[in-house]
């Protein structure tokens, strides 16, 4: 069966947006060979707390695990503690040209005005690449913001195979029928984001209740005063209605005034995360259970990661 890559990376706080977006289908295609990576080594890319970055890759797996990743079925691993990535990403990047990596949109943008910039900012697609193909990954699930980025590692997959020989599988991008698109509840312009400059418009996955009432009850909506799904014309009350629908898996019903529309939306999302909320309680008593988790996810993967490895050193002209 066709194998699915799934990252997070351990900065900021995870949302409603990656519940929805990503763990929830993550959690609907267990019945297929599945990977949920935490990308640690991608948050070097700029200036970081390396005791943050530690305790972070541990809570976004005692999320993912909150959230109904089953270890059993889902292999759940720290990218860092799989060489492999590294060993492939140099590999990879004798196989890519620097303006294929300079173009890259988020480079650009955080590098923009800045003198400092890490060489690892300009490279890290590439590790991304790496990241997809060392799993021989045939899936992964991709949003508007990343889909440059899987076209590289695809070209670079390609351009491979074709110099060097049949190496890679070549990985196609999936946008899961069940991922909506969360949107900032202050600016619905913008994904919800854990990178944006104020949590007010973010539902954190930990937050507690009364902050999440707070957020909804000030989410921007518009002077029309009708509800009705319209992105065009009225894009809060469009995203309202939207977390509403993935929260309680039903259409929304009609409403008499946003104030009632938000109510039903903050008991929707609080019937999702309570329980998520309390899991995370229970697991984080007891972090050695977690890391024993990705230990074991490592131990899953590592031999096919080792074996894609030696296929690529093989091809390329390095001794094994």
């Not at 889902?74 to 303006?99: D, K, N, R």
Request: with cysteine; proline share 6%; hydrophobic share 40%.
């Amino acid at each position: 069966m066709t194998r699915r890559l799934t990252g997070f990376q351990p900065t900021g706080n995870l949302h409603l947006g990656n519940l929805i977006g990503a763990m929830r289908p993550l959690v609907a295609a267990q019945d297929r060979p599945s990977i949920a990576m935490i990308a640690d080594l991608h948050s070097l890319t700029m200036e970081h707390d390396p005791a943050r970055v530690r305790d972070n890759t541990l809570t976004v797996a005692t999320v993912l695990l909150a959230a109904g990743v089953d270890p059993g079925r889902t292999a759940i691993i720290a990218q860092s503690q799989i060489p492999e990535h590294t060993e492939l990403h140099y590999l990879l990047e004798c196989a890519t040209g620097y303006g294929e990596a300079a173009r890259m949109i988020q480079f650009k943008e955080k590098s923009q005005g800045n003198t400092s910039v890490r060489l690892s900012l300009l490279t890290y697609p590439v590790l991304m690449a790496a990241d997809i193909l060392v799993h021989d990954t045939g899936q992964v699930p991709v949003g508007d913001d990343q889909s440059q980025h899987l076209e590289l590692a695809r070209t670079i997959a390609t351009r491979f195979n074709a110099r060097y020989g049949k190496t890679f599988t070549v990985p196609e991008g999936i946008r899961p029928e069940s991922a909506s698109r969360i949107m900032d509840l202050a600016d619905p312009s913008r994904k919800m984001s854990k990178s944006s400059p104020s949590a007010a418009g973010r539902i954190g996955l930990l937050d507690p209740p009364e902050t999440i009432r707070k957020v909804i009850a000030r989410a921007v909506t518009d002077t029309a005063g009708v509800v009705r799904h319209d992105r065009d014309n009225q894009p809060g009350v469009t995203n309202l209605l939207e977390i509403l629908r993935a929260c309680s898996d039903r259409e929304p019903g009609e409403f008499t005034s946003y104030g009632a529309l938000k109510r039903e939306v903050t008991e929707a999302v609080e019937a999702v995360l309570t329980p998520v909320r309390a899991r995370y309680a229970e697991l984080s008593e007891d972090p050695s259970h977690v890391r024993k988790i990705l230990a074991e996810g490592k131990a899953w993967v590592q031999p096919r990661a080792a074996e894609t490895v030696r296929r690529a050193r093989e091809a390329i002209g390095l001794l094994n």
